[in-house]
């Protein structure tokens, strides 16, 4: 395996990369990697195996001004990505063909571009037959196109996004195809477009988020799909002083008690749908 502890990478045009574990742990923790490369400054890749160990990248501090920070690529044994510190022109961590038991955790993204681009937490599921679990929680990300983006490709994912601070992005949380997580406690606030993003998306929870000061809508809903759509609830949420505190659109529903929704710019509700909403 690789293990690699209080190092320093720094003044480097290239950063880390390690391919094909097979097997054997990989493990980065408290090292400080500072490189200007157009690739990520770290490509963790290639574990096609479910009993290989968790792939474990903590208390990191990770710039590039040139490219992506942190790149996880088919690790079927999970990643564990906690109390890391990334600066990146481009996206900051990215995790792809989410597999495993995945846990992104207290970390803290933030976008060295001048305007927003990009995705500052990126998770995709590939549809892959492995067992899968997702933790998102306590990461503070800023500057970015999307502050969190998660495709779910509508597999069967246990996943909860729980205590994370979005801010100044253009959407705060984008979720996509992504069923039954809990969306809970997080603060989404002074975002360009919409505070929280759902498209095709019905969670399990969505309850006591802060979501206020956002220039799009606090919370938007859009379903395509009527047979997958279910209602869910919205609950005991602030979604105040938004462009508009609730948006659905098509197929969405939603059951919607005990939010605040003042101060918003235009409607506090509204429904674009052919449903009526509970309220």
Known sequence: GFMMANSRLTDSGGGIYLDRPNGRPLVLTDNMIEVATS???VTLRYGFNASYPVTVFAGNAVTNPNGPGVYF???????TAASNTVRSLRTGIEIYRLNGQIEVTDNDVLSLRGYRSDDGIYVYNSGEDVPTTLQVSGNRVEGYDRGLYVE???NAIASSITDNTLVGNGYGVYLKQLQGTEISANTVAGNFSAGVYLIDSVPQTFAANIISGNGGPGLYVKHDNAELSETFVVENNDLSNNSRGI???NYASALVTGNDLRGSLSYGLANYTSKPVDA
């Not at 690529?73 to 990643?79: A, H, I, M």
């Open 73 to 79: 690529n088919s690790l079927d044994g999970g990643v």
């Open 247 to 249: 948006e659905l659109h």
């Open 152 to 154: 779910g490709d509508n």
């Open 39 to 41: 690739a990520p400054a």
